[in-house]
T-cell receptor, first 114, second 117 residues
């Protein structure tokens, strides 16, 4: 089945450590996105990528890094520079460009700093 | 960046009632999307709108792309308990840079819907 997969579902990190969240899609989508969701709030864009080897900062990119070496994969690294990393992280993908632009989401990763 | 205002923030209704929520933007969007999110899960796409004035239905859900391209609404008719969740609008703005088209989704803050049996 086609879809977008995030792993792990739950992740615990010690303060001062970097951690990488995985996002893989087999929908042949060009565009991929990372969002952060805090309790009771909407989704805020961290980074997005329209094509392989290209990505753009979103509204809250500080303390995060991404790579887009393959079309199927868009991993997000939460660095120690991110002051408040505990949140629910959502990855999405879409066909991209000016065509059909629905974005489909993964199940999310809940990151907790301990 | 674009600002999206979604209202109301929350709704408490009785089963069988109709629901209406809307989003307004400070700038024009090319696409409007409506999602539903259940606790601990990713948002699921409900309806996509591509043209100003477009009115689209999906079962008991109806959404419209405003004529000005700066607003959209979602209606749910005859609500049922499983309609409970957070509903998000999202707008997509397309821009060109260096010969490449870019687009990003901007989300509203969400409407928390509670349905009492």
């Amino acid at each position: 089945d086609g879809g977008i997969t995030q792993s792990p579902k739950y992740l615990f990190r010690k303060e001062g450590q970097n951690v990488t969240l995985s996002c893989e899609q087999n929908l042949n989508h060009d565009a991929m996105y990372w969002y952060r969701q805090d309790p009771g709030q909407g989704l805020r864009l961290i980074y997005y990528s329209q094509i392989v080897n290209d990505f753009q900062k979103g509204d809250i990119a500080e303390g995060y890094s991404v790579s887009r070496e393959k079309k199927e994969s868009f991993p997000l690294t939460v660095t120690s520079a991110q002051k408040n990393p505990t949140a629910f992280y959502l990855c999405a993908s879409s066909i991209g460009g000016q065509g059909n632009t629905e974005a489909f989401f993964g199940q999310g990763t809940r990151l907790t700093v301990v | 960046g674009q600002q999206l205002n979604q209202s109301p923030q929350s709704m408490f209704i009785q089963e069988g009632e109709d629901v209406s929520m809307n989003c307004t933007s400070s700038s024009i969007f090319n696409t409007w999307l409506w999602y539903k999110q259940e606790p601990g899960e990713g948002p699921v796409l409900l309806i996509a709108l591509y043209k100003a004035g477009e009115l689209t239905s999906n079962g008991r859900l109806t959404a419209q792309f405003g004529i000005t391209r700066k607003d959209s609404f979602l209606n749910i008719s005859a609500s049922i308990p499983s309609d409970v969740g957070i509903y998000f609008c999202a707008g997509r703005h397309v821009y060109n840079a260096g010969g490449t088209s870019y687009g990003k989704l901007t989300f509203g803050q969400g409407t928390i819907l509670t349905v009492h049996p």
